[in-house]
C-alpha cells in the first residue's frame, strides 16, 4: 500500500484531465480511419502526429513528477513537439514514416493507465497542479486546433458525429449597422497578477498596466457581408493594401479568398465542417492577420493593439456554454457577451487578430515544465490574438489568455475588427 502525508490531487482537476481527454477523443472519431495519416493543412503535422501527440505530451510532462519510468522512450521523442514553419520551409514527411495506428493506440492506452494510477495516489502540490492545469489547457488547445484541422478535411473523408450534434447557423437579416465606439483616454491591464491564485500561461504575467489614447473601435466584428465587398472591388489585386510579404505571398499562393469561403459560381458559400452551406453575410468573416491587415488599409483604419482590444472589451463577460456552435453565430446576437463600452462580441465568438506582435510582458518567466510554450515565438512574425472561438474551452475565455499565429495563417477561427485614431 502506497503512504504519504499531504492532501490527495483535486478531484477536480482529474475530472477535468478526463473530460478532456473524452473531447478529444470524440474529435478524432471524425475522421474516417483512412485518412488518419492526411496533412489538411500544409503547415501543420499529419493528423496521426496529434494522435500520439497528446498522450506523449502529458506522459513527458507528468512522468518525472510522478517518478514513472519511461517504456517507450522513442515514441516520447517522436510526438514530443509540433510545429510552426516559418519562412515557406513545410514539413515533406511521408505516411510511410510513421507507426500504424494500432502501436500508436496501444503507447496512448499505456500512458493513461500508468498516468492515471500514478495520479490517484499523488499528493497535491503547487508543481504538480500547475502542471495538470498545463496539461489540461493544452489538450483543450488542441482540440480546437484539431477542429479547424478537420475543417479542411474533405467532406467525404469525415464521418457526422452522433454528438454533440453539430449546428449549423444561418444568420437571418440583421439590423447590425457598422458602426463605431468612441473610447475614451484610459488605463488598459494586461496579464495577471503573480501572486494570484488564478492558473496562466507564462506570456500571461507579469500584469502590467498601460495607458491608452483615446480611440474609436468598430462596434461589431467586420462581416462576411463587408469582407464580400472588399472582394468585390479587387482587394485582392491591389498591391497597395498589402505589405511587400504579404503581397508576395498572396501572390505565390494564388489567393483571392478566405478560406472558409467556397467558390459557386458568381457566388460563395462557406466550409462548414460537414457540408457547405450558405455564407451568412451577418457571421463574422474568418481570415488572416494579413488580409485583416489589408482590409483595414482599404477602409483607412487599422487593426487594434493587444491594449486597445483589452480597454474595448473592459466589463465583456464570457458565454456561459461554451463548443457548441461549429460556426460563429451573427454578429449582435449574443448582448451579454456586450463590453461596459457597449462593443460586442469580444469574447467567444471569433479570436480576434491584433496589431500586436507577440511579446513577452515585462517580468516575463518562462514555465520551467514547458519551456518552449512561449518563448519560441517571441520573434517578431507572430500577432497576438484575443478573445476566443465558439469551440475554445471556457477556462481559456480568460481576458488574460494570449494567443498567437503568423501574418499568413488562414486557417484559425479568427476575425477582428477595425480601430480608428
Not at 97 to 113: A, C, D, F, L, T
Not at 307 to 314: I, K, L, Y
Not at 382 to 410: D, E, I
Request: hydrophobic share 40%.
Amino acid at each position: 500500500m502506497t503512504t504519504y502525508s499531504g492532501p490527495a490531487l483535486s478531484s477536480q482537476l482529474l475530472r477535468r484531465l478526463a473530460d478532456g481527454r473524452d473531447e478529444t477523443d470524440r474529435l478524432f472519431a471524425i475522421v474516417k480511419p483512412d485518412r488518419l495519416y492526411d496533412r489538411p493543412i500544409a503547415e501543420r503535422h499529419r493528423i496521426v502526429f496529434y494522435f500520439g501527440h497528446l498522450e506523449a505530451f502529458d506522459w513527458n510532462l507528468l512522468r518525472g513528477i510522478l517518478n514513472i519510468d519511461p517504456f517507450r522512450p522513442e515514441f516520447d521523442h517522436l510526438f514530443a513537439f509540433g510545429i510552426d514553419p516559418v519562412d515557406g520551409g513545410l514539413p515533406t514527411d511521408q505516411p510511410s514514416e510513421w507507426p500504424s495506428m494500432n502501436e500508436i493506440e496501444g503507447y496512448r492506452k499505456r500512458v493513461r493507465q500508468e498516468l492515471d494510477n500514478a495520479l490517484a495516489d499523488a499528493v497535491e502540490s503547487e508543481e504538480l497542479v500547475q502542471a495538470m492545469n498545463i496539461a489540461i489547457e493544452h489538450r483543450l488547445m488542441h482540440a480546437e486546433t484539431l477542429e479547424y484541422m478537420f475543417h479542411q478535411l474533405p467532406f467525404d473523408a469525415k464521418v457526422r458525429p452522433d454528438f454533440p450534434r453539430p449546428k449549423f447557423f444561418i444568420a437571418p437579416p440583421s439590423e447590425a449597422m457598422p458602426e463605431m465606439i468612441r473610447i475614451p483616454e484610459g488605463t488598459s491591464t494586461l496579464g495577471l497578477k503573480r501572486e494570484s491564485s488564478q492558473f496562466g500561461w507564462d506570456n500571461e504575467f507579469e500584469s502590467n498596466s498601460v495607458t491608452v489614447p483615446a480611440f474609436s473601435i468598430d462596434r461589431y466584428k467586420v462581416t462576411n457581408g463587408d469582407y464580400m465587398r472588399f472582394v468585390e472591388a479587387g482587394g485582392y489585386t491591389k498591391c497597395e493594401l498589402w505589405t511587400p510579404a504579404d503581397w508576395a505571398w498572396i501572390s505565390e499562393a494564388g489567393i483571392s479568398q478566405p478560406v472558409f469561403w467556397i467558390k459557386m459560381g458568381d457566388g460563395f458559400r462557406y466550409r462548414a465542417m460537414f457540408e457547405d452551406i450558405p455564407l451568412a453575410l451577418d457571421a463574422p468573416v474568418y481570415v488572416s492577420h494579413a488580409e485583416a491587415s489589408a482590409y483595414a488599409r482599404w477602409v483607412g483604419k487599422s487593426l487594434p493593439s493587444e491594449a486597445e482590444w483589452q480597454r474595448a472589451s473592459e466589463g465583456s463577460l464570457p458565454p456561459k456554454e461554451t463548443r457548441k456552435l461549429w460556426d460563429p453565430p451573427a454578429v449582435g446576437s449574443s448582448p451579454k457577451l456586450r463590453s461596459t463600452h457597449g462593443v460586442e462580441d469580444l469574447v467567444g465568438t471569433g479570436w480576434e487578430w491584433t496589431s500586436s506582435t507577440f511579446a513577452p510582458f515585462p517580468g516575463f518567466q518562462i514555465f520551467p515544465a514547458y519551456a518552449g510554450y512561449s518563448a519560441n515565438f517571441f520573434d517578431g512574425k507572430h500577432f497576438v490574438m484575443k478573445g476566443g472561438s465558439t469551440r475554445t474551452a471556457a477556462c481559456m475565455l480568460r481576458t488574460s489568455f494570449r494567443n498567437w499565429f503568423q501574418a499568413h495563417y488562414q486557417f484559425v477561427y479568427a476575425g477582428f475588427r477595425c480601430v480608428a485614431h
